[in-house]
């Protein structure tokens, strides 16, 4: 029986795959997209017979590396991608200039000083302030929540303050991140510590914005691993005093020049009428951001390819934004809203890419009952791949100011995928993308946006 085991568990495993893509039974295919059915078999057979997508993603990230706002190494990638645009065929191809932060990580470090001297892994935060050049000392106090940091604000003063948070969502851990820093910043302590907002990963520190408040004091903030958040945890518990020092060299620049990248392909009936589906180009400084969000922009940018490449040209126009500097400033999604605001009653629908390009499930849709009607008749075009599952809200950081102003229906892909243990960490790299994953990423995206640009009646 042992011996049968592994065969046992091998079966039930291949039996189960592909997993099902959604809670929701299958439906069968309405008669209304029919006739999408062969540009859709097209897209798909196009995109997973190729690794064109994975092929650029390793080029953009082996090339340029990680590109922070700011960075040479951003705008470099937006003049390739300029470039790469054009030579696909894409058409009104350009940039679109908005000024972003600079924020420099520069040299950092955080150790135990007492009971014994050790190193510990870590990241500073983006958009901290840095340190005096010797670093800030302190004795550690670790919290769990903000009501103990509450209960604690009579020991907080000249502490160096660890909020020990597990991860739940991101939506619910990453405000320790955010806002712990401004929280404890005003009770008096010297620095701050998060617990990085991911599941526990192989000691994988993971950076990511803070916001401190307005008119309050500034402190220092930096990420550390999920296994010495533990640690430290313990050494509190057994009631070891532990003295810390963190030195960051952190600070801004002024303002840089970026921009947003934008190619079409102008619809053939109703060019004035958009369909908008991207990601956002820049990334955190550690990495190649290539599930945050690379995949996501040459995810989206791919479509327009495959429908270029098969020679379909929609109704109406199909339009990529790469937007620039969602990590750390939200500035392309705002200046987008800004540039293109008239225009915005005719966006037909928006769609951001912004979950990683792992296996694809579906997408998730924010708008009318009767809009979520059509994109689910839509998505049974996507079965084959399974990736037909319609879930509850649609929407991404870039899109966001612009769906918000005009009431446009939003949508971003839905993955499988271990996003939030990869991204802002040194480990975001291409090798944890899938060709296959990607490919049928693509292929989803493809055909949910050329049936929303071709279909007779618009998206409500
Ligand atoms: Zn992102």
């Not at 097209?42 to 995109?47: D, K, N, S, T, V």
């Not at 008096?188 to 950076?207: D, E």
């Not at 999604?333 to 293109?340: I, K, L, M, P, S």
Request: aromatic share 6%; charged share 20%.
């Amino acid at each position: 029986m042992p011996i049968l085991r592994p065969f046992a568990v091998a079966l039930l495993v291949f039996l189960q795959y592909p997993p099902p893509a959604a809670d929701v039974p299958k439906r069968a295919a309405p008669q209304w997209v029919a006739p999408y059915r062969e540009a859709s078999a097209r897209l798909i057979g196009e995109a997973v017979g190729s690794d064109v997508a994975w092929q650029r993603l390793a080029y953009l990230g082996d090339t340029f590396g990680a590109r922070l706002s700011g960075s040479p190494n951003l705008e470099a990638a937006i003049k390739w991608a300029v470039d790469a645009m054009t030579r696909d065929g894409l058409e009104n191809v350009h940039v679109e200039p908005v000024k972003v932060p600079h924020w420099v990580r520069g040299r950092e470090s955080l150790e135990i000083v007492g009971p014994f001297l050790q190193p510990l892994v870590m990241l500073g935060l983006g958009n901290s302030v840095g340190t005096p050049p010797d670093g800030v000392e302190g004795d550690l106090l670790v919290v769990r929540s903000f009501e103990q940091l509450e209960a604690a604000r009579d020991h907080v003063k000249g502490r160096i303050v660890l909020f020990n948070v597990p991860f739940t969502t991101y939506g619910e851990t990453v405000r320790f991140r955010a806002e712990g820093p401004s929280r404890a910043g005003a009770l008096g302590a010297v620095a701050v510590l998060v617990r990085s907002v991911g599941p526990a990963g192989l000691r994988t520190p993971h950076t990511g914005a803070l916001v401190y408040a307005e008119g309050q004091r500034q402190i220092p903030a930096a990420a550390v691993a999920v296994e010495d958040a533990a640690r430290l945890q313990r050494m509190s518990d057994r009631g070891t005093p532990v003295r810390l020092r963190l030195k960051m060299e952190a600070r801004f620049f002024p303002d840089a020049d970026s921009a947003n990248v934008v190619g079409e392909i102008r619809g053939r009936d109703l060019p004035e009428e958009v369909v908008v589906i991207g990601g956002h180009f820049d990334s955190w400084d550690v990495g190649t951001g290539s599930t945050d969000d690379g995949g996501g922009c040459i995810a989206t940018w791919e479509a327009l390819r495959l429908m270029k490449k098969l020679n379909l040209r929609p109704r109406r126009t199909v339009r990529v934004v790469l937007w620039t500097n969602e990590e750390n400033g939200g500035r392309g999604g705002q200046a987008y809203r800004d540039r293109h605001l008239g225009e915005l009653p005719n966006h037909v629908m928006m769609l951001e890419s912004d979950s990683g390009v792992f296996r694809p499930t579906g997408f998730g849709f924010s708008g009318t009952e009767a809009g979520r009607a059509r994109v689910r008749d839509i998505a049974t075009l996507l079965s084959g791949i399974h990736a037909d599952a319609i879930g509850p809200g649609g929407g991404g950081a870039d899109i966001g100011p612009s769906v918000q102003h005009a009431g446009i229906p939003a949508m971003s892909l839905e993955v499988d995928g271990n996003y939030f243990l990869i991204h802002h960490t040194p480990a975001d790299t291409v090798d944890k993308i899938d060709p296959l994953d990607l490919a049928r990423s693509a292929a989803a995206i493809a055909v949910m946006t050329y049936v929303i640009a071709e279909m007779p009646d618009r998206l409500r």
